[in-house]
């Protein structure tokens, strides 16, 4: 069985200015920067996104759905401003960077119908956080949520 945490992480949530520096695709973490924080900005086509309690709502909800739909097993959700974190498991063989492009997939099409957002608006940053394999769930059930 397969065992995953996939993190999410909010569009525009984390910028080059965070005071613990910031990731840039394919050239890992670096320290904090301003300047390119400002152009981050600048560049920016959209607004930043915080998820807000009606949001993780909905983020809960459709994960929920999403496991029971794909016989998948959600363990734990969590929810933040900034992020998400989905704890699941599977059976059988199926690469985990299909399961998290399925499940992001799922939560950006509930939240574009429940807050009505542009269709080109992205809720969630591109790419995604180093996804960990978890051996043991022991202490995260469906009442951490």
Known sequence: ??????TFHAYRSWLPNHRRGYVRRHQGILPTDA??????VRRARFDAV?????????????AQQACTQYDWRCHCITVVWSHVHVLMSWRGFRAFESVRAMLRRELTRSLRVSFSRNADQPFFSRGSSTTTRVWSVAGCSRGSW
């Open 35 to 40: 300047t390119m924080s400002d152009i981050y």
């Open 50 to 62: 915080r998820f807000t309690p009606a949001m993780a709502q909905v983020i809960i909800e459709r």
């Open 1 to 6: 069985m397969a065992v995953y945490l996939f």
